[in-house]
């Protein structure tokens, strides 16, 4: 499997997505500054991804020398470090999530030596990469028993292998249905402005083996109107306590597209992708990218000359268009904000 981080031999190596489908390398990032340059140049991305790398982050921070001499330093050392990670990008809640369980580590283990303390946020950030490894395992089993034999499944952006550190969330669903059930196919959205779709999903699954068509994201509607389309499902970034789901843009028009033609439209995400904090989707941050993005595609220019161009880089999804979240947890559905509850009690 794709693994698009690794930490080997004390060291941290990332694929730098930027280069795919046309190159696979890897790099190592030795501080904090080149995982936060990582994360805000999307040569890792995926929400779950981001806050893997930037936990890693946080130990490359501490590890560098001047070391902190006292508790206190570490302390500020750890939040000025969380501070810059978290100014990369803003709406994937994963990454402040990690971030916070690095704060808490550090204040948790307050009592021991600082050789050790700093051993143990390594430990820290070991255990967010293994957990995600089976979250997203568990996403995918789950997942994979909502799709029947023979279904066209759409999927959107990349909710892959490269989004997180395990078999990724949407698209870890996709690979596991096409490998329990008979004649899954996929359709996949190319995902203007940064081809997420086009450059990373194809790839992955052409190396899975799952058959699919790559479709320009403004042919869903003809697709959808021709019955092709069996199910959608997606990944998300941040999901609110009633179920409102943020995703990459063009995520919300597709999600009204399948309410339409009565077509389920599934969101698989792991519990570190809800904030609890947020009762509604409205006050999720929009994470606004160069317009570049949009003028260019690969450093060339397709518009006119001094264009003006807008790039909000997520939308929000209203929960009613929603048919069921599927968490390593289980399959949730409306009403959303009580069985989002229920889902939440037990756990601190
Ligand atoms: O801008 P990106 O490529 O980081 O956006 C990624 C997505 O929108 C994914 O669907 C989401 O992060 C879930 S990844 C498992």
Redesign the pocket.
């Known amino acids: 499997m794709i693994k698009a981080i690794e930490w080997t031999k004390n060291k941290l190596f990332l694929i730098d997505q930027t280069k795919l489908p046309g190159k696979l390398s890897r790099f190592e990032c030795k501080t904090a500054q080149q995982v936060a340059d990582a994360i805000a140049g ?1 040569k890792v ?6 806050g893997v790398a930037a936990a890693f982050g946080v130990y490359l921070g501490v590890r560098r020398p001047p070391l902190a001499k006292t508790f206190e330093q570490l302390e500020s050392q750890v939040a000025k470090l969380c501070a810059l990670l978290g100014k990369t ?1 803003p709406t ?1 809640v994963n990454l402040f999530w990690a971030l916070d369980r690095m704060k808490r580590c550090t204040v948790n283990n307050r009592d021991h030596k600082l050789a050790t303390l700093r051993d143990i946020l390594l430990r820290e950030a070991l255990n967010i990469y293994r957990e995600d490894e089976k979250v997203t395992k568990a996403i995918a089993a789950q997942g994979a028993e909502l799709m029947r034999d023979g279904d066209t499944i759409m999927t ?4 892959g292998a490269l ?2 550190a395990g078999v ?3 698209l870890g669903v996709v690979v596991e249905a096409s490998r329990k059930h008979k004649g899954i196919k996929a359709l996949v959205g190319e995902t203007r402005p ?1 081809l ?1 779709g086009a450059r990373l999903t194809a790839w992955e699954l052409k190396q899975a083996h799952v058959p699919f068509h790559l479709i320009t994201d403004n042919m869903a509607a003809y697709f959808m109107k021709k019955g092709d389309i069996n199910v959608v499902i ?4 941040r999901i609110a306590m009633n179920g409102d789901v943020a ?2 843009i063009g995520t919300y028009g597709l999600a009204m597209l399948a309410y339409h033609h009565n077509i389920p439209f599934y969101v698989a ?1 792991p519990v570190s992708t809800f904030d609890r904090s947020l009762a509604s989707g409205d006050s999720i941050p929009i994470e606004e990218r160069s317009p570049l993005e949009v003028t260019h595609v690969n450093e060339r220019p397709i518009s006119i000359a001094g264009v003006k161009a807008l790039n909000p ?2 939308d929000v999804t209203p929960h009613r268009f929603i048919s069921a979240i599927i968490t390593e947890l289980g399959v949730v559905r409306a009403p959303f904000d009580q069985n989002l509850k229920n889902l939440f009690a037990n756990l601190v």
């Not at 991305?45 to 981001?50: E, H, L, M, T, V």
């Open positions: 999307m991305r995926g929400a779950p991804a981001i990008r994937a959107h952006c990349n909710a989004a997180t990724g969330t949407a940064r997420q997606v990944g998300a970034d995703n990459k995400a880089a997520f």
